[in-house]
């Protein structure tokens, strides 16, 4: 049986390919998706699309529709959710995606530092698994296999 995993955290460094080479490692049956991880073009689809906007409100607001368009599709078909809370970046998008993924009712892990124990704990709360480490959401996934 193979599980699609949606990948929802901040995208400005591999942990993904982390976790998809941790997977690939334990031979875990997974396909993952995610958001955009081209900056550049995440913040550009809109003006490719719908062409050059007037200001950069516009010009977000655009982009916005056409990537939170693409996370419904991917999210909606994804298996289980990974939300990924990182110490460095502001975690906005990770804390969207891990709503809306809770809100589809959709498996949630969230995997988030010591540090990050109390401003997420309500999110924690009512996600179906919180670890503090990505090896940990895997032992979680794999667990389903045994």
């Not at 993924?101 to 999110?123: D, F, Q, V, Y």
Request: a negative charge; one cysteine or more.
């Amino acid at each position: 049986m193979e599980l699609t995993v949606y990948l929802a955290g901040q995208i400005h460094d591999d942990w993904r390919d982390q976790l998809a080479e941790l997977a690939q490692q334990r031979d875990l049956a997974l396909t993952f998706c995610g958001p955009q991880t081209n900056h550049d073009r995440s913040d550009d689809i809109g003006e490719a699309i719908l062409g050059e906007q007037p200001n950069n409100y516009f010009r977000d607001d655009a982009a916005s529709d056409i990537n939170n368009f693409r996370t419904q599709v991917l999210m909606q078909k994804a298996d289980i959710v990974i939300g990924l809370f990182g110490e460095t970046y502001k975690q906005w998008n990770t804390a969207m995606d891990v709503t809306t993924a809770i809100n589809l009712n959709k498996p949630t892990i969230i995997i988030r530092p010591e540090s990050l124990i109390h401003p997420l704990k309500e999110l924690s709360n009512k996600a179906n698994v919180t670890v503090s480490t990505m090896e940990q959401a895997l032992d979680v996934i794999q667990y389903i296999y045994e």
